[in-house]
């Protein structure tokens, strides 16, 4: 018994020497395992695209009417793409609704114009080299022809070559592929030299001091076209609506500088008949 009691004391005695080892090596573990995860460079969370948590907008969906730091970010981002030809004022009006439509359509979003967790993620990831370069008070509007050059010059360094031949208006890739929309969206029906009438009222109506200065701007204006009420203007152009366009960017006008153009078949305003008619190009009167 004197033995067994000996070598229960001594088992007794190297473990309660041993513990203080074992908590500090078990403690050490511990604090190595849990900084090592938490402190891992390069691991960033990647939201789903239905979460509302976002590297850079709020949380808060933005609409018309919509205004502050995301509107201004929106605004900013959505120009750097070339959605949008506007003045970067922070305020969501119908110009930023339009270039939200036309960005969600192009990027397979549904395009209600209404900026959500989907648009927001969408629209981060396609701007990572975007940075805030523009006052936020920006005010810039369509005065001087000296302005109006320059923004446009500014947007000819992203043109690529499938339309940009002849576009010495220094038009963006994304406003030559809108004209395109618009000629098929309103014309697809016509002869080819109505098509090309058509993009050239387009054109006609940039180069006015009545009208936006971009083709987008023009396009979007409400009430302008009926290809953008009804939806149409969403449609995937033909090829022949692409050189339609090409043509009115080499500087053929079949319409003859007009600004206006109808079907008299369709058309419910009274106020279109009133415009000086010059030419009848298929089903369409163009017109001053």
Sequence with gaps: ???????????????????????????????TYAQSYAAAPGITEIPDEGEEALPAFGTTPLKLGSSGQDVYELQGRLKHLGYYAGAIDSQFGAKTKNAVTWFQWKFGLKSDGVVGAKTKLKLYNATTAWKPTEPKTSTAQKDTSSGTAAKKNDTANTNTAELSSGNTMGLSENDLKIMANAVYGESRGEPFEGQVAVAAVILNRVKSPSFPNTPSGVIFQPGAFTA?????????????????????????????????????KTATSKWIWSRPQVKTIGEHIFCM
């Excluded at 067994?4 to 604090?31: C, M, N, S, Y």
């Excluded at 969403?234 to 319409?255: C, F, H, I, M, T």
């Design 1 to 31: 018994m004197t033995k067994h009691k000996q070598w229960i004391f001594a088992v007794l005695t190297l473990a309660l020497a041993a513990a203080p080892f074992a908590g500090v090596f078990f403690e050490d573990r511990g604090v």
């Design 228 to 264: 953008v009420a009804d939806g149409q203007i969403y449609l995937e152009p033909n090829e022949q609506a692409r050189k339609a366009v090409q043509q009115a960017l080499n500087g053929w006008d079949p319409s003859g500088g007009c600004l206006y153009y109808f079907n008299p």
